[in-house]
């Protein structure tokens, strides 16, 4: 058996590979990725997304596939599943949906490399990885099996989730993979009946962290009850409300990042 | 063996990442602090340790013994031997010193040098660092010891419950309390945990809701951010004890954050207790002075924890 690191391989007919990822759980990452991939979509790029959550796979409740199993092309490879453009895969389609999967390290390895090189993507420009939280073993080995054309770090602007976020930007920078910025997720809350503006996590914490850390901030999306009743919905709010302020920011963040790492 | 002296151990699980679990750890803490007990907090999550900072002690470091590591103190036993005095109940005695039992932590935060260190560990290291903090760490006699784990159900996760089952008795064990959002998307996470539990044979003690609607401190117009009902449901399906839901606060996030004790506006009423009416700020000093477990009192989800924990304790001691 061959010892040491892995070497990365491409995917095969994948272009651009973006990491969305925070080490802090629940601040969006799922929800973020899901609308980027979609607005990328949009925008005429050609997307796919893969969610790499083992534990608490999100893409197949986001994207309304829950319960879909996807078939398998001729060399015994997984045919990712379709859903508002956009081609998807994760192990959520592949387990049932209320089993836990207590897995330790060694087995989450071996279903990441499945996921990562045995599904048969058509040609895409874009390919879109929805990161679990934590730095552990499924960001390790991501980082060390293919070459991430940079990543996109999510957080709420609270304290406690930028401190577990700058973890996130720390590994990325460990393993020599680029920032390409941070994204400040649930920041203002409007309320819908006296318009009094509330940041309930903390007024611009990304922001500042951003400053001081000399990383871009990509974008600022607000806290608003539609995008998490749409996202339950199965239907993310690029797709529900593509002319609303929240999907315009999506579409800005796409085109930021698109900039960066030369999409077309 | 460290556990011996423990006389209860509570998991608080989530399958769902973001949930709240620290926060629910944190303030079920305190309030079975208020209410005489003595609490230890062990927080097994290695990648994101949150606990030292929600209690503010982040920047201390652990004291080695001849036995072991020694627990991180939060703050001493007051008025007492923390223990409780029959009813267990919390002296309100409106803003001198409150009746509450010891509280101390172990974390993997207070072994990083640097805050912003990543621990990027893999599968094995993560099981042997939970080992070594279930059996290298002087707990001594505690009522409580509260486990904060990180979301999902894997190495940390599977490692704890070996060894805890291997470690401590069974009459030790009284079972995990699980967090969740009322949105969907946390629900499916959870249910997996659920199962989990079930399949190692973990006690489900209840099911909390977190982050259920925010009330607009402007027009009191409540907006459920997160949907919800999610978690009720859930709890009905599986049938597993719903304990509550707690709404978002972000007096608490301001107290844990910068210290400063919880205030509202003028008429705020929760749970039928008027919260503290001084909707005008103190001066920095006086907002931030006290012991955490203090200004908690002043926090509108503390009346809705010590009804929880009520019901935990009598559940759990009967």
């Not at chain 2, 909707?279 to 000093?285: N, P, Q, T």
């Amino acid at each position: 058996m061959k010892r040491g690191l892995p070497e990365k391989r491409p995917i095969t007919n994948v272009g651009k590979v973006i990491a969305v990822s925070s080490a802090k759980g629940g601040v969006g990452k799922s929800t973020v990725a899901v609308n980027l991939a979609l607005a990328a979509a949009r925008q005429g790029i050609t997307t796919g997304i893969l969610d790499t959550d083992i534990y608490g796979p999100s893409i197949p409740t986001l994207l309304n596939l829950e319960g879909m199993e996807p078939d398998l092309d001729p060399n015994n490879r997984l045919l990712p599943l379709t859903a508002y453009g956009v081609k998807a895969m994760s192990i959520g389609f592949l387990i049932p949906q209320d089993s836990p999967v207590a897995w330790r390290g060694l087995m989450v390895q071996k279903a990441m490399n499945q996921l990562l090189f045995e599904v048969s993507w058509p040609k895409l420009d874009l390919l879109i990885l929805d990161m679990p939280p934590g730095t552990g073993d499924v960001q390790l080995t991501i980082t060390q099996s293919i070459e991430l054309a940079g990543a996109v770090i999510v957080s709420t602007p609270q304290d406690l989730a930028l401190r577990d976020a700058v973890r996130g930007v720390d590994l990325f920078k460990k393993v020599g993979v680029s920032i390409l910025g941070m994204v400040q997720n649930m920041s203002t809350f409007t309320c819908t009946n006296c318009g009094h503006h509330h940041d309930i996590f903390g007024l611009d914490g990304v922001r500042k962290k951003c400053d001081q850390l000399g990383i871009k901030l990509l974008g600022d999306i607000p806290l608003h009850a539609r995008i998490c009743h749409d996202a339950d919905a199965g239907k993310p709010t690029v797709v529900a409300d593509p002319d609303g302020p929240q999907a315009q920011a999506f579409h800005e963040l796409i085109k930021a990042v698109g900039k960066t790492v030369g999409l077309p | 063996m460290s556990l011996k002296d423990v006389k209860h151990i509570v998991l608080v699980l989530s399958g769902k990442g973001g949930v709240g679990k620290s926060s629910v750890t944190t303030q079920l803490a305190l309030t079975l602090s208020l209410k005489g007990h003595s609490v230890g907090v062990l927080d097994v999550d290695l990648t994101g340790p949150s606990i030292p900072r929600f209690f503010g002690i982040e920047n201390e470091k652990v004291r080695q013994a001849p036995g072991g590591w020694i627990p991180v103190p939060v703050h001493a036993a007051q008025n007492g031997h923390g223990r409780t005095n029959g009813n267990g109940d919390a002296a309100h005695t409106n803003g001198l010193a409150k009746v509450h039992g010891s509280l101390a932590c172990m974390s993997l935060g207070f072994l990083l040098g640097d805050r912003g260190d990543a621990v990027v560990w893999r599968g094995p290291k993560k099981t042997a660092m939970v080992r070594q903090f279930l059996s290298d760490v002087l707990w001594g006699s505690l009522d409580y010891l509260l486990i904060d784990t990180p979301p999902g159900t894997s190495d940390e996760h599977i490692s704890l419950v070996e060894t805890l089952l291997k470690e401590a008795t069974l009459e030790q064990m009284a079972g995990a309390v699980i967090v969740t959002t009322p949105q969907a998307i946390s629900i499916s996470d959870v249910k997996k945990e659920i199962n989990f539990c079930r399949k190692t044979g973990v006690n489900i003690l209840g099911v909390i809701e977190n982050m259920a609607g925010f009330v607009c401190p402007n027009c009191s117009e409540c907006t459920n951010v997160f949907s919800k009902g999610g978690g009720q449901v859930m709890a009905q399906e599986f049938d597993v004890p719903f304990m509550g839901s707690l709404p978002i606060d972000p007096m608490f996030i301001r107290l844990i954050e910068e210290g400063k004790k919880p205030v509202y506006p003028e008429g705020t009423v929760i749970d039928g207790q008027a919260m503290q009416t001084n909707g005008h700020a103190d001066s920095d000093e006086a907002e931030t002075a006290g012991l955490l477990v203090e200004k908690y009192t002043a926090c509108s989800l503390y009346p809705l924890f010590d009804g929880m924990v009520t019901q935990l304790l009598s559940k759990i001691e009967p």
